[in-house]
């Protein structure tokens, strides 16, 4: 783990530049908000995921998040198909702003092609370096 500013970039994770994170696990992704995407949107009080079974697309949004300060869409890291959401968080959405690499995760997405869909995201050395640029 690493602190940049006052955001952490854990190891081990690839990052979409649309602040989510991803944990290769076997043959399934799970998929977070990053603590920076957190931070930014503050008090999250509510969370609309999607539903087992749904398709998500990298880059396109798949659900929200609305904090005291904004309404936000959740942007897929990779392409699949959604095989577990995170129910803890629909019924606890500060979950996000304890821990959100953690008890956090939104959904697990059984990947349709992940290897193309990792070239289109950042590995941690170049998340640091990305994360680095954003606190500017």
Not at 5 to 12: F, L, R
Not at 25 to 32: F, I, L, N, P
Not at 85 to 92: A, G, I, P, W
Request: glycine residues 8%.
């Amino acid at each position: 783990m690493v602190k940049v500013d006052q955001y952490e970039v854990p190891e081990g994770l690839y990052y979409s530049k649309d602040f989510e994170w991803i944990k290769i696990e076997g043959d399934k992704v799970r998929m977070g908000i990053t603590d920076y995407a957190q931070k930014s949107l503050r008090e999250i009080v509510y969370a609309e995921l999607p539903t087992v079974g749904s398709e998500v697309k990298q880059g396109e949004p798949y659900g929200s998040l609305e904090s005291v300060k904004a309404v936000s869409d959740l942007v897929s890291a990779i392409s699949g198909t959604i095989e577990a959401v995170n129910d803890e968080v629909s019924s606890k959405p500060e979950t996000l702003n304890e821990d959100p690499y953690g008890k956090g995760w939104l959904v697990v997405v059984k990947p349709s092609n992940l290897q193309a869909d990792l070239a289109n995201l950042m590995d941690f050395g170049k998340a640091v370096e990305w994360h680095k640029a954003q606190s500017k």
